[in-house]
Each structure stands twice: as structure tokens, then as C-alpha cells.
T-cell receptor
Framework: GAVVSQHPSWVICKSGTSVKIECRSL??????MFWYRQFPKQSLMLMAT?????????EQGVEKDKFLINHASLTLSTLTVTSAHPEDSSFYIC???????????????FGPGTRLTVT | AQSVTQLDSQVPVFEEAPVELRCNYS??????LFWYVQYPNQGLQLLLK??????LVKGINGFEAEFNKSQTSFHLRKPSVHISDTAEYFC????????????FGAGTRLFVKA
């Protein structure tokens, strides 16, 4: 149980275009989802936290208008990179937290990641 | 957590040797501790976690870790490593301060040599 999927796993897009990445919790409801960015040989950097039905909370330094996050349902969150540029090339990972109380709610379940390359 | 420090960026070790990957954190509140493994071009897989109870926790693939509150450490150990353990390992700390916040360490690259 607690499986998180991401689609696509790998995408190449041209500079100036937009690309959407989907994150789904397959067998549980996720009231909270997180989006991370990871540069080569570096740790995960939290970009934003999204709660179902409300606006995402972005970390300092993350451009809200560039990285649009939508958490429309309890099983789906999307990250849209708008007007992508080569510097947006990175590995994007989502995670989800179960909507239960107690200790189970402290865990995050991670998706397999999406490799974005902007040419 | 104010910070999470993984003291070694790379740890080379021979196959079947023991290994310890170190993690220290700083926080002013109660924390919950995790170790994750990441293989190339993949997401994170949970190795083990400490939420409460026994300070020695066992995880998958023969790994274990011990929570030491006085030393604010959560070191990961394995008595005998395999080539397949070569990967990046991340220590993570979650705290609740009005909302859940997780901070990751910089990662430790474990390289197992034959």
C-alpha cells in the first residue's frame, strides 16, 4: 500500500513551452502533497506544499507564477512548469502524506520522480 | 528541525564489510526520523523510521538505526553490505510546529566495492 506515481517519468520540452507533471496517490487519499526539486548529486529541495482544495504554499525563492501547483482531488496534484527555460531542467519528485491522524500522518510516500530537460 | 547534517558525503566500503552512515540534527521540538535510499533516476524509498518507542529501529535490506536523543543523532548501520547497496542515502527529520515540516540531509553516497 501507499503507492505514489508520477507521470511522465521523463520529458523533454523546448524553451518557452509549458509542461505538466502529474502526481497520484494510487491506494490512499492524500490531503497533503509536496513537490521537491533535486539537482544532480544534491539533496531534495522543497518547492511547495499543496493541500487538497486550497492554494499551495510555496517555499521562499520559488516563483509561484512559474511553478503552478494544483491539488484538485485527494489523489491528484499537478505541477506545471510555465515558460520553461534550460535552468528549469531538473529532477522533480512529489510525495504525499496520508490524511490520517497520529503517527501514520508523519510519513511521506514518494513518487519515482520526473526528469525534465528543457532544450 | 533547524538542520540535518550528514557528516559524510561519500562512504566507500568493501563488500561484506560493516558500514555506518552518520546523521545529526538540531531541533527545539520533538522530531520523527527517517532514512531513505535513492537509486539513480528513481524516487526515494523508505529504509526505516523512528516515530516513538524503542530507539533501535530495524528496516529493510538489513539496515538498522539508533536514535540517540542526547546526541541528537540517528546513525544508519548495516553489518555486511552488498554491491547492490550502492546508492544515495538521505536522512530526514520531520517536526510538527503548526504544520508538518521535513528537512533532508545533503545525502551520503555509499559505494560498495568488490
Amino acid at each position: 500500500g501507499a503507492v505514489v506515481s508520477q507521470h511522465p517519468s521523463w520529458v523533454i520540452c523546448k524553451s518557452g513551452t509549458s509542461v505538466k507533471i502529474e502526481c497520484r496517490s494510487l491506494d490512499f487519499q492524500a490531503t497533503t502533497m509536496f513537490w521537491y526539486r533535486q539537482f544532480p548529486k544534491q539533496s531534495l529541495m522543497l518547492m511547495a506544499t499543496s493541500n487538497e482544495g486550497s492554494k499551495a504554499t510555496y517555499e521562499q525563492g520559488v516563483e509561484k507564477d512559474k511553478f503552478l501547483i494544483n491539488h484538485a482531488s485527494l489523489t491528484l496534484s499537478t505541477l506545471t512548469v510555465t515558460s520553461a527555460h534550460p535552468e528549469d531542467s531538473s529532477f522533480y519528485i512529489c510525495s504525499a502524506r496520508r490524511g490520517t491522524s497520529g503517527y501514520l500522518s508523519y510519513e511521506q510516500y514518494f513518487g519515482p520522480g520526473t526528469r525534465l530537460t528543457v532544450t | 528541525a533547524q538542520s540535518v547534517t550528514q557528516l559524510d558525503s561519500q562512504v566507500p566500503v568493501f563488500e561484506e564489510a560493516p558500514v555506518e552512515l552518520r546523521c545529526n540534527y538540531s531541533s527545539s521540538v520533538s522530531v520523527y526520523l527517517f532514512w531513505y535510499v535513492q537509486y539513480p533516476n528513481q524516487g526515494l524509498q523508505l529504509l526505516l523510521k523512528y516515530l516513538s518507542g524503542s530507539t533501535l529501529v530495524k528496516g529493510i535490506n538489513g539496515f538498522e538505526a539508533e536514535f540517540n536523543k542526547s546526541q541528537t543523532s540517528f546513525h544508519l548501520r548495516k553489518p555486511s553490505v552488498h554491491i547492490s547497496d550502492t546508492a544515495e542515502y538521505f536522512c530526514a527529520v520531520t517536526e510538527y510546529t503548526g504544520g508538518f515540516k521535513t528537512i533532508f540531509g545533503a545525502g551520503t553516497r555509499l559505494f560498495v566495492k568488490a
